[in-house]
Each structure stands twice: as C-alpha cells, then as structure tokens.
C-alpha cells in the first residue's frame, strides 16, 4: 500500500508540474493560433504594434507586446482574462470615448485573442 500511494503521489506531482508550463489562457480559455488569425482578419495590426503578426507596426493605439504581463488594460481594468475578454468586445463600455473601435468580435472570437495576447510575454 505504502508503494502505490507514492506512485500515486509521484503521478499527481509531475501532472501538476507539467500544467505549471502550460499557458492556462491557450489550454483553458481560448485558441491562440484561432486569435492571431482573427487578428490579423480585423487589422489589429494597423492601430497597434502586435509581434508575431506580420505588419503589425500601427502607431495609434499603444503597442501590444508583452501584454501579458501588464497590470491593467486601457489603464482601468485589472488584467485578467475576463476582462480583456469584456474589453474586447467593447471597449466603450470599459471607457467611453477611447479610441478603441467596437471590432464586432463574438465571446468566442475574443477570447481566443485574449488568448493569443496573453501569450505575449
């Protein structure tokens, strides 16, 4: 019996480990290879500077990279990914009259570019 329970503790541990390198936005909350395509789809690349998508070098709104690792989306809303979720599908809602365009994303679609950007780190 002492054996087995090891084992058992040895498998829970690695499974654990392993989710620790897991990007839980991609795995949980939405397709990043869906993202960066809806992403370049909609031109996000015109407004903002996003790496990994081609000709994403827009000067207008701020520059995505590492967007991950902020601390707040448009400067007011924890960043979390329900609410980049939230802000994504509309932005004016989060802040009025911000230069941010409604892009008529579904809650799917925002979610996997939620998870394309936290991959942004």
């Not at 990043?32 to 081609?54: D, F, Q």
Request: glycine fraction near 10%.
């Amino acid at each position: 019996m002492p054996q087995r329970f090891v084992r058992l503790i040895i498998a829970s541990l690695s499974i654990g480990l392993t989710g620790c390198h897991e990007d839980r936005t991609t795995v949980a909350f939405g397709d990043a290879k869906r993202g960066i395509a809806l992403i370049e789809r909609n031109g996000c690349g015109t407004c903002h500077i996003i790496p990994g998508v081609e000709g994403a070098d827009g000067l207008v709104g701020p520059p995505l990279t590492m967007m991950a690792r902020r601390i707040y989306i448009a400067g007011v809303a924890r960043n979390t990914p329900q609410n980049m979720t939230v802000w994504l599908q509309n932005p004016q809602a989060v802040v009025p009259g911000n230069a941010m365009p409604n892009m008529n994303l579904t809650q799917q679609d925002a979610r996997d570019v939620t998870a394309y950007l936290y991959t942004l780190r």
